[in-house]
């Protein structure tokens, strides 16, 4: 299971982040979830062999901070996730723009949840057959 050891906010989001450095935490990567009403972003950082994840919860119309100027190598994994979500990463050392990962002609943020679109389980007979 997942231990998140802070909650950040907005406000105060580059300044922990920025004071990790310092103090010897390495910056290992980013994920993001689509919570429903908002994203869910950890922060993961490595501190003498163990990993520490800090949270943020960005609500859906908000923007995301780059921590690319503190953190160089964020600027990947922040291109990912505008290209994946659609969360706009302001700041960003090198932005492509959200085009890192997706072609012009692919889906726009595929990795968002779509209101009402659900998966139904589909059992199979002995035979292979859809039921």
């Given amino acids: ?38 994203f869910d972003i950890y922060y993961h950082f490595d501190y003498h062999f163990e990993l520490n994840t800090f949270l943020l919860k960005l609500p859906k119309e908000k923007s995301l901070p780059s921590i690319s100027g503190i953190c160089f190598a964020a600027l990947l994994v922040e291109n990912e996730i505008q290209d994946l979500f659609g969360i706009t990463v302001t700041d960003l050392v090198i932005d492509y723009n959200k085009s890192f990962l997706l072609a012009q002609d692919a889906p726009v943020k595929p990795f968002c949840k779509v209101p009402g679109v659900g998966v139904d389980v589909m059992e199979k007979s002995a035979e292979g057959e859809k039921k």
């Fill in 1 to 38: 299971m997942l231990k998140v050891n802070e909650e950040l906010e907005l406000s105060n989001l580059l300044e922990k982040i920025a004071s990790l450095m310092p103090r010897g935490y390495r910056f290992v990567t980013m994920t993001a979830v689509d919570a429903g009403t908002h």
